[in-house]
C-alpha cells in the first residue's frame, strides 16, 4: 500500500495567511494526487484533482503543485470559510489511501 | 447537479452484516463509478471500494473477504454489504462518485468528486 504522509497535522493561521500544507507518497504517484476539504460534521469536498487541477466552483485561492511523491495545497489567502480539515488522496493504485488529515485553526 | 443520499440502520449488531444504499438523483448512474469511503469518530477517511456502472468491483483488500458493493441501474442506486462486523466498523460512512478521465474497468477512477451528506453505523455488542 501507499502510505500518504500530511505535515503539519494541524496548524493555527490568521485570516489573511497564506498556508501551505504538505502530502507526500511513500513511492511515486505521479500525478495522481487529490485534495479535499472537510468541515465538522459533513463530507468531505473534492478541491483538486491530478495535482494541479481546480475543481469547478472551488475559489482561486486554493492551488495544488507537486509530482512524483512530494505535493503541496496552498491557500493563498486564507478566508473565515477555509478554517476546515483537509485531506489528500491518492489514486495511483489499489487500494486508494488518504493522508491523515491536516486542521487548520484559527490564530 | 448530482445529488447522493445514504440510507439504512444506524445500529447493527456485532457479527451481524452491515447494509448501506446510496440513491442517486439528478443524474444517471450510467458511465461512472461509484464508491464508499468511511470515517471513524474523530479519526481521517478510508476507502472501502468502489463499483462501476457496469458492475465490475474493486475493494480495498484490508475489507475485502467482507464487503460486497453491487449497482442497480434501473434503481439508479448502489448498495455496500459488509459482512461480519465489530466495533472497529463503527463510523460514518459516505457514498460518492468517482470519476477521472476513465472510468472503465480496469482503469482505476482518479478521484471523489460528489459525495452524500454521511451516515453514522455504530456497531453494539
Redesign the interface.
Known sequence: ?IQMTQSPSSLSASVGDRVSITCRASQTVKT?L?W?QQKPG?????LI??ASNL?SGVPSRFSGSGSGTDFTLTISSLQPEDFATY?C?H???????????TKVEIK | QVQLQESGPGLVKSSETLSLTCSVSGGSINNYCWGW?RQPPGK????IGYVYYSGST?Y???LKSRVTISVDTSENQFSLQLSSVTAADTAVY?C?RVN?DVVEPPA??????Y????TLVTVSS
Not at chain 1, 42 to 46: D, I, N, W
Request: avoid cysteine; aromatic fraction near 24%; glycine fraction near 14%.
Open positions: 500500500d495522481y487529490n479535499y459533513k463530507a468531505p469536498e473534492l484533482y491530478a475543481q485531506y488522496q489514486s495511483y493504485s489499489i487500494p486508494l489511501t488518504f493522508g491523515g488529515g | 469511503v481521517g477517511l478510508e476507502w474493486n480495498n483488500p484490508s459516505y460518492a477521472g482505476i477512477p482518479d478521484y471523489f468528486d459525495w452524500g451528506q454521511g
